[in-house]
């Protein structure tokens, strides 16, 4: 499988324990990107990443929140002291270079549930 | 405020016939936008893009249109199949957002056989 694969792809959590989401971007990518969808609603950027280094994280919630993209492995998305607005379905992208006009290819998601 | 926006949350059409699905941005800035469907339970899966440079693009059945000076961009699907009935989300990005995508709310369709 050569595509955007993310895992878990179900978490649930209770209110401040701590959620880590993986994506392994698609071969040959090394541009990573991290959504948010709440229900009924559009996807909202969080965080770019290249490879050791945060490029935008305009997105990214100012606490609580964090993402990093290690030389080696896959991206992780870290939510600590998640609180039940925290839950939404968290999409990876990635894509072959930092152009702006290159396509973002998604995985199929992590559905985080705070109880 | 919502910079990119679906106003149509949902379209049926009979299998067979043209889905036209809508998309409007405000921020003059945008000048790549994409079309992405989404199934239940997956993530987003890339259709088509067009460049501010161009007013449409096609590929098989799908056509995206863009009008600049309305700031409006649709997809043509023709013809439409069972198979498309899913969500479409637009995707906009400019010059002074980098890489970061702007998704509009999305508009389910779906096609009756």
């Known amino acids: 499988n050569a595509g955007v694969m993310q895992n878990p792809r179900h978490l649930v959590r209770r209110r401040g324990q701590e959620a880590r989401l993986r994506c392994s971007p698609m071969k040959g990518h090394s541009h990573v990107y991290w959504y948010r969808q709440l229900p009924e609603e559009g996807l909202k950027f969080m965080v770019y990443l290249q490879k050791e280094n945060i490029i935008d994280e305009s997105g990214m919630p100012k606490e609580r929140f964090s993402a990093e993209f290690p030389k080696e492995g896959p991206s992780i998305l870290r939510i600590q002291q998640v609180v039940r607005g925290d839950s939404a379905a968290y999409f990876c992208a990635s894509s072959r270079s930092g152009g702006r006009q290159e396509t973002q290819y998604f995985g199929p998601g992590t559905r985080l549930l705070v109880l | 405020d919502q910079q990119v926006k679906q106003n149509s949350p949902s379209l049926s059409v009979q299998e067979g016939r043209i889905s036209i699905l809508n998309c409007d941005y405000t921020?003059?800035?945008?000048?790549?936008f994409l079309w992405y469907k989404k199934y239940p339970a997956e993530g987003p899966t890339f259709l088509i893009s067009i460049s501010s440079i161009k007013d449409k693009n096609e590929d098989g059945r799908f056509t995206v249109f863009l009008n600049k000076s309305a700031k409006h961009l649709s997809l043509h699907i023709v013809p439409s199949q069972p198979g498309d009935s899913a969500v479409y989300f637009c995707?906009?990005?400019?010059?002074?957002?980098?890489?970061?995508?702007?998704f509009g709310g999305g508009t389910r369709l779906m096609v009756k056989p």
């Open positions: 921020n003059s800035m945008f000048d790549y």
């Open positions: 995707a906009a990005s400019g010059a002074n957002a980098g890489n970061m995508l702007t």
